[in-house]
């Protein structure tokens, strides 16, 4: 008997999530401006601004890796041309 209650269980949990999201989609597809409101709430939320400026940060931090490794390569590139160029043993 309890298999058949938690099988139960978790058939009607499930009809639950679905029910709540296809009311929560019909609600926010009725109402644009209600999730406009809340779209300029979230902007002005202190910590959705200081997760924006910490992502904005980490974006400008990959971009100089990006480039710092490029120019570790071309570095490395040109090491290895003039070691061959010159006869001088490769330490890559």
């Given at each position: 008997m309890t298999d058949v209650s938690?099988?139960?269980?978790?058939?009607?949990?499930?009809?639950?999530?679905?029910r709540i999201g296809a009311a929560r989609k019909k609600y926010?597809?009725?109402?644009?401006?209600a999730v406009q409101q809340a779209k300029m709430?979230?902007?002005?939320?202190p910590v959705l601004v200081e997760?924006?400026?910490h992502r904005e940060k980490c974006r400008q931090l990959n971009e100089e890796k990006?480039?710092?490794?490029?120019?570790?390569?071309?570095?490395?590139?040109?090491?290895?041309?003039?070691?061959?160029?010159?006869?001088?043993p490769s330490y890559r």
């Open positions: 938690n099988s139960y269980r978790k058939e009607v949990r499930e009809l639950l999530i679905k926010l597809d009725e109402h644009p401006e709430a979230a902007e002005k939320d997760l924006r400026n990006e480039e710092a490794e490029k120019r570790l390569r071309e570095a490395l590139s040109a090491f290895e041309s003039f070691s061959n160029d010159h006869g001088l």
